[in-house]
């Protein structure tokens, strides 16, 4: 970037096992990008301030003044309080009501600092990556270890009341079934998550069942990508895991249809990319089983932008907040209106 006077944003997407960053355009560009190992066994103020190192390395790596950052964006892995950034609750990093917004804005305190929910800084960056005009509904699911969403709906973000909208893993799928890690029973993430494929493979592997898995699980842990990779050398145990996992995917997702009319619903994870059928499987349940005037009217696809949807999303965090017509100049997608929420600044982060 040969001009250090254009403003640039920072967007963040902090996950479970790894962290990534990178530079935002004003236009959703994404310039450059680090990525490092969570490490969250460290403690919440470490990587706070390992994150807040890191931005301002890659800043300086860009040849970039501090002054040159217009803002911070960053997307978290749980429950956030949107207007505070205080992180509620993460489990995948063992976090309870971190005060990260706080300590983000200490570090940085002359610009805004928005924290959020990463499935939904996925969203966004899929939104505005999504380069179709037509599509005002959208839904991003990630599945993963956990089922998480994120929701555009009338061009905007949409968070609900306690900015917890999009927890479809946690959607009801068999009344009274399978427990699940959020105490309730029958969610969608008990059925069709990683640890739920990898965990129904095991299981009728140790029952009995033939599989090329039985090798792979007596040498340790068997993964969900594992079972989708025997899946697509036509191991038909892995198969059936996998499919059945889909279906139920499917099922969550012909229920949000029915009940948001979407457009548009894009799919991401490691289990998305199988080619064993997995996709077409969802696209099958959930065109056959949602309200019938809906069939035909929505697409479901994988997400190209895996690498990059939360971090931009992150970065353009700064334009949900602040502005009513946040992208309308340089969105492929078209306007999108400003975020749902009470008012134009309630993802800032005051010091």
């Given at each position: ?299 479901i696809v994988v997400t190209t932008h895996w690498d ?44």
């Amino acid at each position: 970037m040969t001009d250090n006077k254009k403003k640039i944003h920072v967007g963040v997407d902090i996950g479970g096992t790894k962290i990534a960053l990178g530079l935002v355009t004003a236009e959703g560009e994404c310039l450059q990008q680090k990525k490092f190992p969570t490490q969250r066994s460290k403690g919440a103020d470490w990587l706070i301030a390992h994150v807040i190192h890191n931005i301002r390395e890659l800043v300086q790596q860009a040849g970039l003044p501090p002054e040159a950052v217009a803002s911070v964006g960053i997307g978290v892995p749980g429950t956030v309080e949107a207007a505070t950034g205080n992180v509620v609750l993460a489990p995948s990093l063992g976090w309870q009501n971190v005060q990260m917004g706080r300590q983000i804005k200490t570090a940085f305190p002359a610009i805004p600092v928005y924290i959020e929910q990463d499935t939904k800084t996925a969203v966004l960056g899929e939104y505005f990556l999504c380069a179709d005009p037509s599509v005002s509904h959208l839904l991003f699911i990630t599945i993963s270890t956990g089922i998480g969403s994120g929701l555009i709906l009338d061009r905007k973000l949409y968070r609900g009341q306690l900015n917890s909208a999009g927890e479809i893993g946690h959607c009801i799928v068999e009344r009274n079934g399978l427990p699940c890690s959020c105490g309730n029973r029958g969610c969608l993430q008990a059925y069709a998550d990683g640890t739920a494929i990898a965990g129904a493979a095991c299981q009728r592997i140790k029952h009995g069942e033939q599989s090329t898995l039985t090798e792979v699980l007596s040498n340790g842990r068997l993964t969900a990508l594992q079972v989708a990779s025997a899946a697509e050398q036509g191991d038909s145990l892995a198969r059936d895991v996998l499919l059945r996992a889909a279906e139920y995917v499917g099922i969550a997702l012909a229920n949000v249809i029915s009940l948001l009319n979407l457009d548009l619903i894009i799919i991401g994870g490691g289990v998305a990319q199988s080619g064993a059928g997995f996709i077409e499987k969802i696209r099958e349940v959930a065109e056959n089983s949602c309200y019938p005037p809906a069939r035909g009217s929505f697409r479901i696809v994988v997400t190209t932008h895996w690498d990059t949807n939360a971090i931009i999303g992150a970065g353009l965090l700064h334009n949900t907040a602040a502005s009513e017509n946040w992208i309308s100049a340089t969105s492929k997608a078209g306007p999108v209106m400003r975020s749902q929420t009470a008012n134009a600044t309630d993802s800032k982060i005051y010091s």
